[in-house]
């Protein structure tokens, strides 16, 4: 079941990426991420990877006209099943004092 749950976050990241969300990061750190992300596939229990891993997933942008609703609660969805820490996401809007608007 492992496997499937890193499959689905993989998938969505994929997804995420392909709808432009991560767009605003450099092509190095982009590559980067993409690494990580790969390693964190192929490894079974890496805590270090995570916390990588983790960064990356806290600068995806939601608010890109091509994101439909299906996309982010796919997005939550991967994170849920793969253990982050939902509370987590959105902090970066919370230190720099953004709010969202609905």
């Known amino acids: ?8 976050m993989y998938d969505a990241v994929s997804e ?6 991560f767009d605003h990061l450099l092509d190095a750190e982009l590559a980067n991420f993409k690494n990580v992300l790969n390693q964190w596939v192929a490894e079974e229990n890496g805590i270090t ?24 609660q796919l997005w ?8 982050f820490s939902l509370l987590n996401v959105g902090s ?9 608007s609905y």
């Open 1 to 8: 079941m492992k496997t499937s749950n890193k499959a689905l």
């Open 16 to 21: 995420m990426i392909q709808l432009h969300a």
């Open 49 to 72: 990877l995570n916390e990588k891993l983790f960064v990356y997933l806290n600068k995806v942008n939601f608010f890109v006209e091509n994101i439909s609703p299906a996309a982010i």
């Open 76 to 83: 939550f969805y991967a994170l849920s099943y793969n253990n």
């Open 92 to 100: 970066e809007l919370q230190d720099n004092n953004l709010e969202l």
